[in-house]
């Protein structure tokens, strides 16, 4: 059974950090493009960090450009996202999710097929 599991989530303070977690199982992450994704309340679903396995190329978007990164453990078949610098636009329930592999920059939220339950990060003082 594919399954994604989110963690690391919490309250933080403007400025703070967080490490998001992503535990997949079920399936070997390093053949998917994976993504992060964050909604916010009446918001749409935004693309923020991705892995596009086809070229190991990593993709921010830039609203968290040079404080977030993105990274993935193939031993432990877990990706993290390291959040840096939180500001209180950043507040949000963030997903992960693995999709087809790609030879372009894939962001839309319907190019990717798993997703995890999400955990919540919320950033204010």
């Known amino acids: 059974q594919l399954q994604l599991v989110e963690s690391g989530g919490g309250l933080v303070q403007p400025g703070g950090s967080l490490r998001l977690s992503c535990a997949a199982s079920g399936f070997t992450l390093d053949y998917y493009d994976i993504g992060w994704f964050r909604q916010a309340p009446g918001k749409e679903r935004e693309g923020v960090s991705f892995?596009?396995?086809?070229?190991?190329?990593?993709y921010y978007h830039d609203s968290v450009k040079g404080r977030f990164t993105m990274s993935r453990d193939n031993a432990k078949n877990t990706v993290y996202l390291q959040m840096n610098s939180l500001k209180p636009e950043d507040t949000a329930t963030y997903y992960c999710?693995?999709?087809?592999?790609?030879?372009?920059?894939?962001?839309?939220?319907?190019?990717?097929?798993?997703w995890g339950q999400g955990t919540q990060v919320t950033v204010s003082s």
């Open positions: 999710a693995v999709g087809i592999p790609h030879d372009t920059i894939v962001v839309r939220p319907d190019e990717y097929n798993y």
């Open positions: 892995i596009f396995s086809l070229y190991s190329t990593t």
